[in-house]
């Protein structure tokens, strides 16, 4: 897997420095040897969440319309890597890259030049005004800000023409994302997660407890390779488990986001939010949609088939709930879109 000999004295340094939330947010690199290290573990993880975000979007209808993408805090330069695999390399004309550390862009121009020698890549001199050609994206950033600084931030990207946030699956990400979500969503279409655009229901006070956030499928490697194995245990990650949040956004001058792969419209969907938790013959799901945040019930014995499917894990989150009733919020039948 690794084309480096990994220091893991480096590592865990770095994983140390990730977890002590009492030190302000900072760079993290003390050389360009701790972000190789970093960019063949922790980012290759974070990597993962980008392939998993970027099917639930595309399922939901986000296309690329940008020919210039904007990586707002780069690191490593692993978002833009997984977009540009996803989408192509002829899909962009030019990459700018921007971190709080000079190292790190540094670092990221050559790896994304390394592996596309033909595209265009710059080191922006300071945070910039995304262009209305420009995708943005924001990668495990958001809980390193202040209120302020988001702000700042949503103001320079609100000319895009998209953007793509994925940030860590626990609550605090996915409140930032959520407050960032509502400052976006006058002048955004909301493409994914979400299957309506009004208000966000999880910022009502009976929803307080639940936050937006899903649990991606890792790549097979991650469960067949010696390395994935030792990295998991040296470093206490599960690697089964992919928690993220994440957003899609397109802004409101370009065509709406049109769902491609069901033909349903995106507002007759429902979004299932964290992991269904399974008892003896029944399911309880967390389900979001435009009737707001529902806990349901599914007993097995109503939708033998569906139950199986939430029980295995269901390749996307994305469903279409056929019959519930109210107000016990039984689910009687649906199916995966």
């Known amino acids: ?60 209808g986000f296309q690329l319309q940008a020919r210039r993408i904007l990586d707002w805090g780069c690191g490593s330069g692993i978002a833009t890597l997984r977009v540009l695999a996803h989408f192509g390399p002829d899909a962009i004309d030019e990459v700018l890259l921007w971190d709080h550390s000079l190292a790190a862009c540094r670092f990221a121009k050559k790896t994304i030049r390394d592996a596309y020698p033909n595209l265009k890549v710059e ?4 945070p910039s005004t995304a262009d ?38 626990d609550y605090s990400a996915s ?53 994935w194995a030792r990295f998991a245990q040296l470093m206490e990650i599960d690697l089964r488990s992919l928690p993220y949040s994440f957003l899609a956004v397109q802004n409101k001058t370009l065509s709406p986001p049109h769902p491609s792969q069901f033909t349903i419209h995106p507002s007759a969907a429902s979004r299932l939010i964290g992991r269904p938790r399974q008892f003896k013959g029944y399911t309880r799901l967390l389900s979001c ?38 107000p016990t919020a039984r689910l009687k039948s649906g199916r995966p879109l």
């Open 1 to 60: 897997m690794q084309e480096i000999d990994i220091n893991w004295d480096t590592l865990e340094r770095l994983r140390n420095r990730f977890l002590d939330t009492a030190k302000p947010a900072g760079v993290y690199w003390q050389s360009e040897e701790d972000l190789a290290h970093y960019h063949h573990t922790f980012a290759a993880r974070i990597g993962w969440k980008w392939d998993n975000a970027l099917a639930e979007a595309n399922q939901a």
């Open 123 to 126: 080191i922006a001199a300071a």
């Open 132 to 169: 209305t050609d420009t995708l943005v994206l924001v990668s495990h950033a958001l809980t390193e800000l202040s209120q302020d600084t988001q702000d700042a931030l949503a103001k320079q990207i609100s000319s895009a023409a998209q953007i793509l946030v994925v940030e860590p699956g």
């Open 175 to 227: 409140r930032k994302l959520i407050a960032l979500r509502e400052t976006l969503r006058t002048d955004f279409h909301i493409a994914a997660p979400c299957t309506q655009c009004e208000a966000c229901p999880m910022l009502t006070v009976e929803n307080g407890r639940h936050w937006c956030h899903f649990f991606g499928k890792p790549p097979v490697e991650a469960f067949t390779e010696s390395f």
């Open 289 to 326: 949609d435009s009737a707001g945040i529902r806990d349901l019930e599914l007993q097995k014995r109503d939708d033998k088939q569906l139950w199986k499917a939430l029980k295995k894990g269901p390749a996307s989150t994305l469903f279409q709930w056929t019959e519930i009733e109210d």
